[in-house]
């Protein structure tokens, strides 16, 4: 079983929005808000690049690149994590992974979704 699953991710239009979804599943995360929650992203010939996370306290961090344009939030009673993606460019284009750890280390990958935005 996957423990992280992401979704949501497809082609879409410069200046559009997309909200990805990553679903935590699995004994692994029965215990869904004491993790960090947050995404990551890789465009083709880029190294893997951190994006946004939640802290289980609920504070969040984001990256200068995608501050006031991207918003993540998440439902613990749902275990999912979500990505509202507004404003978007076209080198927001990457593969989007979802990750979960405990403190500032990752822990756990989703398989990724990509993103697309046509200019």
């Known amino acids: 079983q996957v423990p992280l699953v992401e979704s949501g991710g497809r082609l879409v239009q410069a200046g559009g929005s997309l909200r990805l979804s990553c679903a935590a599943s699995?004994?692994?995360?029965?215990?869904?808000?004491?993790?960090?929650m947050g995404w990551f992203r890789q465009a083709p010939g880029k190294e893997r690049e951190f994006v946004v996370r939640?802290?289980?306290?609920?504070?969040?961090d984001y990256a200068d690149s995608v501050k006031g344009r991207f918003t993540i939030s998440r439902d613990n009673a749902k275990n999912t994590v979500y990505l509202q993606m507004n404003s978007l460019k076209p080198e927001d284009t990457a593969i989007y992974y979802c990750?979960?750890?405990?403190?500032?280390?990752?822990?756990?990958w989703g398989q990724g979704t990509q993103v697309t935005v046509s200019s």
């Open positions: 699995g004994r692994t995360f029965s215990r869904f808000s004491r993790y960090t």
């Open positions: 990750a979960a750890g405990q403190g500032g280390e990752v822990a756990y």
């Open positions: 939640s802290w289980s306290s609920g504070n969040t």
